[in-house]
């Protein structure tokens, strides 16, 4: 895929890295206030985090001027 | 795609039976925020900018119909198994999982794993090196014009009425978790749909396979792992459920072991017995799904060399393996950790009883998987899960679209009505044709909103072409001396037996036993066995049929059988990315998934 332009895993990069920050920076904000559900284990947090970094990696990695 | 594994499923746990149960719900299971709604948007968002990025990207035949053949073997492999992880799948097959225990795990493993194997070693170099466009082109070049024809046909027809009960499912499953209006899901999901697919054609289409994929690990993972969390792991789970069913919370039953209920049809709650799961679902449905079914097949046509192609089925092996930890934990885990509002434990039925009982707050089996997201996931997070099954819908719509253009366009336009035209020509009708595709999966999805009985027949009628294809395809491929007519009758005998079995226990339940060899059998079994008769009697007639008709000549054999086909020989690689390597791995790990879950 790389010879035809932006590769998927750009797109992919985009989309993680969009949703992490969203994710986690609630998660921040929910911690602040302290309304975070029991069962949650501060999922927003952690799960938010991990996207961000996976959607990075992706985001860098496969970023258009590097592959074509 | 939501189609094909669901004609095996209980009545009552269909994926499609899903959107229906969740229709009869009466308040909406989750309410969005704002922080889910900018969620659902980004992902429309991304799709419409990917589908104009990639018109540039499909100007001719082959790069619209199939992605210029440069998928690599990841991709080609995650689009393959994300083809068939539609969002009614995993909502029906939670609920399963809720009702009968692990036994659902049984359409991940041996029905799909060792099919998907056999695709990427054994059928797909046959695929590959004969440069078919569809699967019945590779009928044409076998068995000539007239087995490609009653399969192009069928096929198309097929998908895209399944491309609209997707669409109603959808707008459905919508209206009930999210209580959004019927009109607004369908229009917008067929406009996205219509948009992307127009105007990147399968590359559009494969991109957003693989996007779905990575949404629904992303939105769904969660669910388990927070599950385990709280159960205190598979173990703690255990002692759980053991405990919810010693105090008749939870009906008695072996929901963690896979094979040990599965010496008699009366063992077991689904009516199932061991020769129907290897035998009916592991070799004739399986089989007959992933190697000859165009919608999945057309995306391992699409990789960029012969070992790619190879490779994707066996990547997508993997994924596929996993997929159970996402589906069939969460339903599962729905058995111990679900409570109602007061705390007791909340117990999930069928859909019958759901519709019997309206206004009671009952919620059906189906329900579980939006339940448990409902239960673990906060602002955002459940957007995520929400975005997941969207793209789960409009990736199965978008699936089924591009493999009806692909084969209206080649196999029924190009042979049939405009025969020698420019290349530009094809485009063109390819883009025209999925736009009349999307217009016709609207007009199916109103179809079903006024019927919905109509859903369970066309369920129905995909199965029937699907074994007698896999016996006609095998025996092409692998036996120089089946012939064109051998090839029609077939394939025509085969699919009017599996009609007239399915027509048998319709109108005369008691067939039943006969079809399925016990008295004990039930609604699943004859599935199984009837997709074993259908591809046995395709096979037996194709055998008969022709030795008593007129081979082709060997030199017109050439890549398309067994025997007179020189494979291409591939450059040396190192182990870890030979795809004889990776089988093994992956036939170690499915035998060791159903040891362990023995």
Redesign the interface.
């Known amino acids: 895929?790389h010879?035809?332009?932006?590769p998927?895993w750009f797109?992919?990069g985009?989309?993680?890295t969009?949703?992490g920050a969203?994710?986690l920076g609630?998660?921040i904000y929910?911690l602040g206030t302290g309304t975070?559900?029991v069962?949650?284990?501060h999922?927003?947090v952690w799960?938010?985090a991990t996207?961000l970094l996976v959607g990075l990696f992706y985001l860098i990695r496969f970023r258009p001027s590097r592959t074509s | 795609m939501l189609d094909l594994f669901a004609h095996s499923i209980p009545a009552g746990c269909s994926p499609l039976a899903a959107a229906r149960s969740l229709a009869l719900g009466a308040p909406s299971l989750a309410h969005l925020s704002p922080l889910d709604i900018a969620v659902i948007a980004i992902y429309f968002v991304m799709v419409i900018w990917i589908g104009f990025y990639l018109k540039s990207k499909a100007n001719t035949s082959e790069e619209f119909f199939m992605a210029g053949r440069e998928m690599t073997a990841w991709i080609a492999g995650l689009s393959f198994v994300s083809a068939n992880l539609g969002s009614l799948e995993l909502m029906g097959w939670a609920g399963s999982a809720y009702q009968y225990g692990i036994l659902a795990a049984h359409w991940y493993w041996i029905g799909a794993i060792p099919a998907m194997l056999f695709l990427g070693m054994v059928m797909m170099p046959f695929y590959y090196v004969c440069k078919t466009h569809s699967v019945p082109g590779y009928l044409k070049l076998r068995y000539g014009q007239g087995s490609s024809t009653v399969a192009a046909v069928s096929f198309a027809f097929m998908t895209v009425l399944m491309s609209g009960v997707n669409m109603f499912a959808m707008a459905e499953v919508m209206k009930i978790v999210l209580g959004w209006d019927l009109n607004f899901s369908i229009i917008v999901s067929s406009l996205a749909v219509a948009a992307y697919v127009a105007l990147g054609g399968l590359r559009s289409a494969i991109f957003n396979e693989v996007l779905q994929f990575v949404l629904i690990w992303g939105g769904a993972l969660l669910v388990p792992i927070l599950g385990l969390i709280e159960t205190g792991g598979w173990g703690g789970f255990k002692a759980r459920l053991a405990h919810n069913i010693a105090t008749g919370a939870v009906p008695a039953g072996d929901y963690t072991h896979m094979w040990r209920s599965m010496g008699h049809f009366a063992d077991n709650p689904m009516g199932i017995h061991w020769t129907g799961i290897v035998f009916g679902l592991g070799f004739a449905i399986s089989f007959g799904y992933w190697t000859t079914d165009f919608l999945v097949v057309q995306r391992v046509l699409a990789a960029n060399s012969l070992r790619s192609a190879r490779l994707a089925p066996v990547i997508g092996s993997f994924f596929k393996m996993a997929v159970p930890f996402i589906v069939i934990l969460p339903g599962l885990l729905g058995l111990v950790v679900l409570t109602n509002a007061d705390g007791s434990l909340m117990h999930l039925v069928g859909e019958n009883v759901v519709a019997a009982n309206p206004g009671a707050g009952l919620h059906s089996y189906n329900e579980v998987l939006p339940l448990m997201m409902v239960r673990y996931l906060g602002p955002g997070l459940l957007g995520l899960g929400i975005t997941a099954l969207i793209a789960g819908f409009m990736s199965g719509m978008a699936g089924n679209v591009s493999a009806f253009t692909a084969i209206f366009t080649y196999d029924i336009y190009q042979p049939h009505i405009v025969k020698h035209a420019r290349d530009e020509h094809y485009v063109l009708v390819g883009r025209i044709v999925t736009i009349v595709g999307v217009v016709i999966s609207i007009g199916a999805a109103y179809m079903v909103m006024n019927a919905a009985g109509i859903m369970d027949y066309v369920q129905a009628l995909f199965s029937f072409f699907i074994s007698p294809l896999l016996g006609v395809v095998l025996l092409g491929m692998f036996w120089k001396r089946a012939t064109k007519a051998g090839g029609f009758w077939g394939l025509l005998i085969g699919t009017l037996t599996s009609i007239g079995l399915w027509a048998w226990v319709y109108f005369y339940p008691p067939a039943l036993r006969y079809v399925a060899l016990s008295p004990d059998a039930k609604g699943m079994a004859e599935n199984m066995y009837r997709a074993l008769w259908s591809v046995s009697t395709a096979v037996g007639v194709n055998v008969i049929v022709s030795l008593f008709t007129k081979p082709k000549p060997l030199s017109e054999l050439t890549s398309v059988v067994y025997g007179v086909t020189p494979l291409p020989t591939e450059e040396p690689v190192p182990l870890y990315k030979n795809e004889w390597f990776w089988t093994a791995i992956a036939i170690v790990i499915f035998f060791a998934l159903n040891i362990y879950f023995w």
Not at chain 1, 3 to 6: D, E, F, L, T
């Open positions: 895929m010879s035809s332009g932006i998927i797109f992919i985009v989309l993680l969009a949703y969203l994710v609630y998660g929910e975070m559900a069962q949650n284990y999922a927003s799960w938010g996207l």
